[in-house]
């Protein structure tokens, strides 16, 4: 299993950008699919972005495309999530996860349920 560290966030100016950072410890990184997801106070944790673990193959929300990018550095074993032409309402606290891929198998990548690892979260909180 691995572990993810999660970096970055904080407060910013609606319009600003921020960047995310997900490092993940041990040797398979990219036997992973990769995921961030966000949780406002009294809302159900939400799908921001999602990638696949070799074709890399990328997937958003429908709040955060066109603004928010997900990418991913299998030989640093960490994942980005770049944010740009930030909201009020994207304020939250942001969770990167990890699902290890398996041979046959379906990833639903906007089921938070589908992933087994978890970052500690981290806050963006963007400003008026």
């Known amino acids: 299993q691995v572990q993810l560290v999660q970096s970055g966030g904080g407060l910013v100016q609606a319009g600003g950008s921020l960047r995310l950072s997900c490092a993940a410890s041990?040797?398979?990184?990219?036997?992973?699919?990769m995921g961030w997801f966000r949780q406002a106070p009294g809302k159900d944790r939400e799908f921001v972005a999602a990638?696949?673990?070799?074709?890399?193959?990328?997937y958003y929300g429908n709040s955060v495309k066109g603004r928010f990018t997900i990418s991913r550095d299998n030989a640093k074993n960490t994942v980005y999530l770049e944010m740009n032409s930030l909201k009020t309402e994207d304020t939250a606290v942001y969770y990167c996860?990890?699902?290890?891929?398996?041979?046959?198998?379906?990833?639903?990548?906007?089921?938070?349920?589908?992933?087994?690892?978890w970052g500690q979260g981290t806050q963006v909180t963007v400003s008026s």
């Open positions: 996860a990890a699902e290890r891929a398996e041979i046959g198998s379906t990833w639903n990548y906007e089921a938070p349920t589908e992933y087994g690892t």
């Open positions: 990638i696949s673990r070799i074709n890399l193959n990328t």
């Open positions: 041990g040797r398979t990184f990219s036997s992973y699919h």
